[in-house]
C-alpha cells in the first residue's frame, strides 16, 4: 500500500522562501513520476510541477522561475522549493506519483497534504 506523507508547510510573509518534502513508502519510488498539486479553498486540485524518473521537470505556468521541483530516489523523498511566495500560492499541497504524459495523480489516496499560506 502506497503512503505519501507531506511536510514542510507553513505561514510565510510574500516574497518569503518554503521547502516541501514528500516521503513515499511502499512503492518502487525511483521507477515513478512525481508530482506536487494544490488545492486552495473552492477552486480544484492542480498540477503545480512534477518530475520523471529520469529527471525531466514540468511546471504551472503559475509557478514557473519560482519553484524548482527534485527528488532523491536514495530516500524515497520528492522536494519542492518555493521562493518569490505570492498570496495566492496559498493552498493545501499534494504529492502523488504521476502519469508523465498527462501529469494527473496515479492513486486515488492522498496524503494529509500541508498547508502553504501566504500573507501579503
Known amino acids: 500500500q502506497v503512503q505519501l506523507v507531506e511536510s514542510g508547510g507553513g505561514l510565510v510573509q510574500a516574497g518569503g522562501s518554503l521547502r516541501l518534502s514528500c516521503a513515499a513508502s511502499?512503492?518502487?519510488?525511483?521507477?515513478?513520476?512525481m508530482g506536487w498539486y494544490r488545492q486552495a479553498p473552492g477552486k480544484r486540485r492542480e498540477l503545480v510541477a512534477g518530475?520523471?524518473?529520469?529527471?525531466?521537470?514540468k511546471y504551472a505556468d503559475s509557478v514557473k522561475g519560482r519553484f524548482t521541483i527534485s527528488r532523491d530516489n536514495a530516500k524515497n523523498t520528492a522536494y519542492l522549493q518555493m521562493n518569490s511566495l505570492k498570496p495566492e500560492d496559498t493552498a493545501v499541497y499534494y504529492c502523488?506519483?504521476?502519469?508523465?504524459?498527462?501529469?494527473?495523480?496515479?492513486?486515488?489516496?492522498w496524503g494529509q497534504g500541508t498547508q502553504v499560506t501566504v500573507s501579503s
Open positions: 511502499g512503492t518502487i519510488f525511483s521507477i515513478h513520476a
Open positions: 502523488n506519483m504521476a502519469n508523465p504524459v498527462s501529469w494527473g495523480p496515479v492513486y486515488n489516496t
Open positions: 518530475v520523471t524518473s529520469g529527471g525531466r521537470t
